[in-house]
Nanobody
């Protein structure tokens, strides 16, 4: 069983930065791509960023490209999301998830384990 635990969310002013972390249990973390998604109540879960198993390949939603950076440390079983130049519309619950493959994909149906989420609130 894989467990994912997010941390680092909080309240920040527009233009500010936050770094989210996601710690994963299990010995096969480095074999799989990881992703970040977000969801606002009443809306569908939205893809944010994904990273291949070794970190060489990344994908970003157009809405965050150039502002967010996904990275991973396989020695620590942790994936990160550095969020800069935050906007009010970035406010959401952010989830990390493990992809069922080694390659970064944007489709949430390809992800088999999910964290509990961490709230990010950006004040305008």
């Amino acid at each position: 069983q894989v467990q994912l635990v997010e941390s680092g969310g909080g309240l920040v002013q527009a233009g500010g930065s936050l770094r989210l972390s996601c710690a994963a249990s299990g010995r096969t973390f480095s074999n799989y791509a990881m992703g970040w998604f977000r969801q606002v109540p009443g809306k569908e879960r939205e893809f944010v960023a994904a990273l291949s198993w070794g970190g060489a390949s990344t994908l970003y939603a157009d809405s965050v490209k150039g502002r967010f950076t996904i990275s991973r440390d396989n020695s620590k079983n942790t994936v990160y999301l550095q969020m800069n130049s935050l906007k009010f519309e970035d406010t959401a619950i952010y989830y990390c998830a493990r992809c069922g493959t080694a390659w970064a994909l944007p489709d949430p149906d390809k992800y088999d384990y999910w964290g509990q989420g961490t709230q990010v609130t950006v004040s305008s």
